[in-house]
């Protein structure tokens, strides 16, 4: 509602996309080309800063469908593979992505986020959508009538009012629809905060493994280390809430320490300097009840987020926003048949979020790490592993009965592990209690 004296300017488009992330970026761009008219209205101003920068192989394939796979190229750092680092085994364990299953995508890339949203942000406009930036979004209605109303606030245009046929939410962590429908939920089987900042100085790995992402298993739960192009490194730390909700110190100085807790980390670091503050997050593993509904939708992190161990993060949303499209075109272009279009969005989506879900809720637990650290390829299972890793969950790759198989081992490894796996699934219960509620705040 506006006050007395303020002018409400009204404008009609066929979709409305809240949020200018890659979720969003990606499915304005794809409709836009398909002759829809497409608003985005992002709050913030490109480039701004994200978490989250490294990608899977497959997203390259997104990328080049979309048509901006070149210019992701000249931002990044080729990624062939992840190394991992246990405190209770030798020697680190590098996974190589030529390894998977499908040898077609060997690499991918690790960008900063402000740059790669850019892009993406950028070519939404060049493919046709009407994208404004510094545009919040604070209302949207669902009137009987049809239609979705929208109501926006920008530095430029002031209160506007739009009137849509479809609403697609990709507000990323804001979960705009989620918290307004009140259909937000804590992730039930998971909870996870994280602290992190940008290095200088960090010994990478030597040769082409250089811009390969580290994984560090330490006491508290987890860290990564990604090198980016431009000679920083991205270091973050994934722990229980509880972990975080204790410190007594700064956020800077919370996460040296939490550093010094790694010694594997700590020394790859020796001589590094933190330049920038370091940032710190509460728990940010939530899903909501609904993926879509009656002229709305969900994509991305609007929908859930679990954890970044697997780097899955830009590829489901990137893939999510594809069938997210289709979805939406078929629903404007042929009512009758909505729910079936939508029914099938959700199945893909889910298989993805699933696949990963599985492996992420267990990534701290000794028979996982264990797995992970002494790897073999009987049946496939290293090869569908990589796969999975590279985000090959829809081409059609014949890798689940080889996961199943993987999957078997891991419960036939744990009961061999008994009481580590009986703490390890205690401590993880502890955590779900002590994090509150599964309604998640708003």
């Known amino acids: 509602m506006t006050t007395a004296g303020t002018k409400t300017t009204q404008d009609r488009c066929d979709v409305f996309v809240i949020g200018g992330g890659p979720a969003g970026s990606t499915v304005a761009s794809l409709l836009a080309r398909r002759g829809l008219d497409v608003v985005l209205a992002e709050k913030d101003r490109h480039p701004r800063f994200h978490i989250g920068e490294s990608l899977l192989p497959v997203n390259l394939e997104l990328l080049s469908q979309l048509g901006v796979l070149e210019q992701i190229e000249a931002i990044g750092i080729r990624k062939y593979g992840a190394e991992l680092n246990s405190p209770v085994h030798d020697a680190p364990v590098e996974l190589d992505f030529a390894d998977a299953w499908d040898k077609s995508y060997p690499y991918a890339y690790q960008v900063r986020r402000s740059e790669f949203d850019r892009i993406l942000f950028e070519h939404c406009v060049d493919s046709g959508a009407r994208a404004m930036e510094q545009c919040r979004v604070t209302s949207v209605a669902f009137p009987s009538a049809g239609g979705v109303d929208i109501d926006t606030s920008s530095t430029r245009d002031g209160a506007r009012r739009w009137r849509a046929r479809y609403v697609i939410d990709a507000s990323g962590r804001d979960t705009f629809l989620a918290k307004r429908l009140g259909t937000k939920l804590r992730n039930p089987r998971h909870a996870s905060a994280a602290i992190y900042g940008h290095f200088t100085g960090a010994q990478r790995l030597p040769g082409n493994a250089e811009g390969n992402i580290s994984l560090f298993w330490f006491d508290h739960g987890w860290f990564w280390f990604i090198p980016l192009q431009d000679g920083t490194t991205s270091i973050g730390a ?126 701290t637990r000794p028979a996982m790490r264990k797995l992970f650290m002494t790897p073999r390829n009987n049946l496939r299972i290293q090869e569908a592993l990589l796969a999975l890793l590279a985000g090959d969950l829809y081409r059609g790759t014949p890798i689940y009965r080889s996961l199943l198989a993987f999957k078997a081992i891991y419960y036939l490894t744990s009961v061999f592990l008994f009481r580590q796996s009986i703490h390890a699934w205690r401590k993880d219960r502890a955590a779900l209690r002590a994090n509150g509620p599964t309604e998640a705040a708003g």
């Open 238 to 363: 994934v722990c229980k809430p509880a972990y975080l909700r204790n410190r007594k110190s700064d956020p800077n100085r919370f996460l040296l320490d939490t550093i010094a807790l790694c010694p594997a980390l700590a020394a790859r670091l020796r001589g590094a300097h933190l330049v920038s503050d370091a940032t710190a997050t509460g728990n940010y593993s939530y899903i909501s009840r609904h993926m879509a509904g009656d002229r709305y939708m969900l994509i991305g992190d609007a929908y859930a987020f679990v954890d970044p161990v697997l780097s899955s993060g830009v590829f489901l949303a990137m893939q999510g926003a594809f069938f997210g499209a289709d979805a939406v075109e078929a629903c404007l272009r042929d009512p009758a048949s909505a729910k079936r279009h939508i029914r099938r969005y959700e199945k893909a989506v889910r298989h993805g979020l699933g696949h990963f879900s599985w492996f992420v809720y267990r990534m």
